[in-house]
């Protein structure tokens, strides 16, 4: 991921990084329902999403300008 100054640019990649959370939740659900389910599979999704969050909340951190104290 690369980082960026432009507000647009980071709310894109914000936009881009939620939507690939949103599949990988569904992905995951879908995988549980499954009776021959690979765990080691579902273990990666869920650190890959766990990651996603980790980014997500940098870059929403990033969007939220600075406050002088």
């Known amino acids: 991921m690369t980082e960026s ?12 990084l939620r939507l690939e959370h ?3 939740d569904a992905a995951i659900e879908r995988l549980a ?4 389910v690979d ?9 890959r999403k766990l990651w996603l969050k980790d980014c997500i909340a940098r870059l929403e951190s990033a969007l939220i300008p600075d406050e002088p104290a």
Request: charge should be negative; aromatic fraction near 0%; charged fraction near 40%.
């Open 5 to 16: 100054d432009d507000p647009a640019v980071l709310a894109q990649q914000l936009a881009e």
């Open 22 to 24: 949103r599949d990988l």
């Open 33 to 36: 329902l499954t009776p021959d």
């Open 39 to 47: 765990e080691l599979t579902v273990k990666r999704l869920k650190k």
